[in-house]
């Protein structure tokens, strides 16, 4: 995982450092006829931001290591600029912990499934917008003055009893001053959410482009139309996948 404080460098870190390791901004060259593109790009539709994995050429962020996975499936890079990072494995006794709490208890136990949520809520925490909303209880008669300052920052308004709690947008200068006084803590991390996701990307690319027809895949699943092959399944091995069924047809 990316640790430690980013270092910005310009142009092509790969001729000083070969495994420079970090997130790049490159020209992406994607190989002609490729069935299933495996690198992803968030593209301006005219119904919204929209993931695509398009073929052709543009640039873009990506995390090293999508990228050195990448000419595997014919693409090539140049980069550009970035930002490198120190790495290091950081969730290995957090997340084995969490797996054998998986395998010591049955799927209808509550403990399987806290150490599931546990497991796959921890990406997302990291990945989190920090940009919280706060909340202020006021009295009834200081709630009218603060209105008329706030009204573009309220989103709720709920009595209690003699007060009322008013729920607010982020306002910077007021979540400046609870991180200064230790109030508040994000642990927000983005380039950890965002290796977490990009080695899910490089992990589901083994499956695709292959002998068998791939009709769906996402984060940790693939529909196909032939068996897969024995050395990817293993029902309580970490990382591997499970036949979870046959089915003659499939909507998606």
């Known amino acids: 995982m990316p640790i430690g404080n ?22 992406i ?11 992803q790009l968030h593209h301006n539709s005219k119904d919204g931001i929209r993931t695509i994995a398009p073929l052709g050429e543009w640039e873009g962020m990506y ?3 999508e990228l050195y996975n990448a000419p595997k499936f014919g693409y090539k890079f140049e980069v550009l600029w970035g930002y490198t ?8 006794d957090f997340i084995n912990d969490l797996h054998k709490l998986r395998l010591d208890y ?10 599931k949520l546990l497991m796959n809520a921890a990406y997302g925490r990291f990945g989190m917008d920090d940009n919280f909303s706060y909340i202020e209880i006021l009295t009834k008669d200081e709630y009218g003055p603060f209105e008329k300052a706030n ?12 007060n009322y709690l008013v729920q607010l947008k982020y306002k910077q ?14 642990n927000i991390n983005i380039s950890i959410a965002s290796a977490i996701s990009a080695y899910a ?4 690319a083994q499956f695709k482009n292959k002998k068998y027809n791939l009709y769906y895949s996402d984060t940790d699943s693939i529909f196909i139309d032939q068996p897969l092959e024995d050395y990817f399944i293993n029902g309580t091995e970490l990382g591997k996948m499970k036949l979870e069924g046959v089915y003659s047809k499939a909507i998606f």
């Open 173 to 186: 200068d007021i979540m400046d001053t609870m991180l200064d006084n230790g109030s508040e803590n994000h």
């Open 29 to 39: 060259f994607a190989p002609s006829g490729l069935l299933h593109p495996i690198l």
């Open 201 to 204: 990307r490089i992990n589901m």
């Open 151 to 162: 009204i573009d920052s309220i989103i709720n308004v709920i009595p209690l009893g003699d």
């Open 6 to 27: 980013p270092t910005y460098f310009q142009r092509d870190i790969r001729k000083f450092n070969p495994n420079a390791f970090g997130f790049f901004y490159c020209k």
């Open 85 to 92: 990072f120190d790495a290091d494995f950081v969730f290995t």
């Open 63 to 65: 995390f090293s290591e």
């Open 106 to 115: 049955p799927k209808s136990d509550p403990m399987n499934f806290s150490a």
